[in-house]
Nanobody, 120 residues
């Protein structure tokens, strides 16, 4: 059974930093892109950052403050969040595009989410 498990969320003051981690476990053939999304109460889930191969992509609101990275040997993706703002408060969800077998289709898998709360 494939699982994505996030960690690293919490409560931090504005201007502070947090580092999120997401580990993919289970029987998989390959991991393509990985990324982070967030959803605040009453709002739609939005892209924060993605990483595919050596290419990264960021939402305009986090560019220059957040950094996504990946450790392929550990099947882990990270999100370093600096200069946090109250507007960054949300549930943060890990996404991975996985193929479970050589001939299988690529599908999206999601973690359960980790809460980030930034106080002013």
């Amino acid at each position: 059974q494939v699982q994505l498990v996030e960690s690293g969320g919490g409560l931090v003051q504005a201007g502070g930093s947090l580092r999120l981690s997401c580990v993919v476990s289970g029987s998989i053939f390959s991991i393509n892109g990985m990324g982070w999304y967030r959803q605040a109460p009453g709002k739609q889930r939005e892209l924060v950052a993605t990483i595919t191969g050596g290419s990264t992509k960021y939402a305009a609101s986090v560019k220059g403050r957040f950094t996504i990275s990946r450790d392929n040997a550990k099947n882990t993706v990270y999100l370093q969040m600096n200069s946090l703002e109250p507007e960054d408060t949300a549930g943060y969800y890990c996404n991975a595009k996985l193929r479970l077998t050589l001939w299988g289709a690529q599908n999206d898998y999601w973690g359960q989410g980790t809460q980030v709360t930034v106080s002013s």
